[in-house]
């Protein structure tokens, strides 16, 4: 048992019994490998994934009361957990938060919604701008915070609100010009705030061409990136400095000649250079090991410092990119 002071088996017993109310399992000790597409990370003291809002604020608010270190994660797949675990509660919006209405152009979704459901039901509904998301392994909550996407586009630029909740379990809805968005950023990722749901924008379209064009997508991915093995997409990020002067990161990272470079388990892979790969059982100090050595050829050889697109979860539950994990 991971989480063993009396102060831990204390509040873990009264999340228990919380949880047993609304007829939810809380899991103890649960090993995070199992909540991230890296398949990297050690037990959680707790893990609950809520079943509605009103439930995720009284965590919140039990968890900010009790001083308790809490993770809010989707789909963890831009995540990479500490071999240790989290000392606290990590808590998964999820397939249970994923209701989706459609008023015309505007799509009203709940943040656990996966990414490529929600592009394939525009899809479906002949409405255009999302086809860039689909393949994507996130939650649209997740998606949000990361404002990511493919082919140079971002969710950012269809929303028009993002509906939130604090650790104290207060509302609060933001405007789509207020939500900081910039190249892989959005303020999300420097407040406490959980997304509960999204409001976008479309554009009409044609599902006869929106579809395909999907498919289309989703065989390019297939060919590029190593979809086989256990990894969490790009680690490092394509700021505009390393685009303009260098290329890529997966193109500069060959060039440094780390296709194929592993640590234990964690390798470089030969087929995407920017994608890190779980060939087995890589520990998350394996990982982090790889992108301080690519950072610091990067940094040798090109005077540049690359940044990481990945996250990293602390034992304490803070979140922050790899590098500043190093
Ligand atoms: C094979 C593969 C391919 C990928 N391709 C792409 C790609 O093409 N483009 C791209 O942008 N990304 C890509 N990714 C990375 C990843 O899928 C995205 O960043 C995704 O949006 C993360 O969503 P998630 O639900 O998994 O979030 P998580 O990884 O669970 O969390 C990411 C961050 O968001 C926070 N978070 C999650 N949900 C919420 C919420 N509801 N409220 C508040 N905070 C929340 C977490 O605390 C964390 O800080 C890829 C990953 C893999 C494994």
Known sequence: MSGGSSTTVRWRGALITMCAQWGLEALTDEPLSRHCTWRIG??????????????????????????????AIGKGSNLLFDDCGVRGVVIVIGRHLARLEIDGSTIQAEAGISASRLARTAGLAGLAGLEHIVGIPGTLGGLVVMNGGSLRKAIGNAIVRVQTINRRGEQRILRGDECEFAYR?????????????????????????VLPQMREI??????????????????????????????????????????????????????????????????????????RLIRRRAFDRLGHTMTCEAKYVAPNARVRPLDEAL
């Open 218 to 291: 989703l065989r390019e991915r297939r060919r590029r990136f190593p979809m086989t093995l256990p990894s969490c997409g790009s680690v490092f990020k394509g700021d505009v400095e390393l685009l303009r002067r260098f290329g890529p990161p997966g193109a500069v990272i060959e060039s440094l000649g780390f296709k194929g470079t592993r640590i234990g388990d964690a390798v470089v892979s030969s087929l995407h250079a920017n994608f890190i790969v779980n060939v087995g059982a890589a520990h998350a100090r394996d990982v982090l090991e790889l992108v």
């Open 42 to 71: 050690g037990p959680a003291d707790v893990l609950i994934e809520p079943t509605s809002w009103a439930q995720l604020a009284a965590l919140l608010r039990y968890a900010e009361e009790n001083g308790i270190p809490a993770v």
């Open 185 to 209: 950023r959005s303020r999300f990722q420097q407040e406490d705030a959980i997304i509960t749901e999204v409001t976008l924008k479309l554009a009409a379209g044609d599902k006869a061409q």
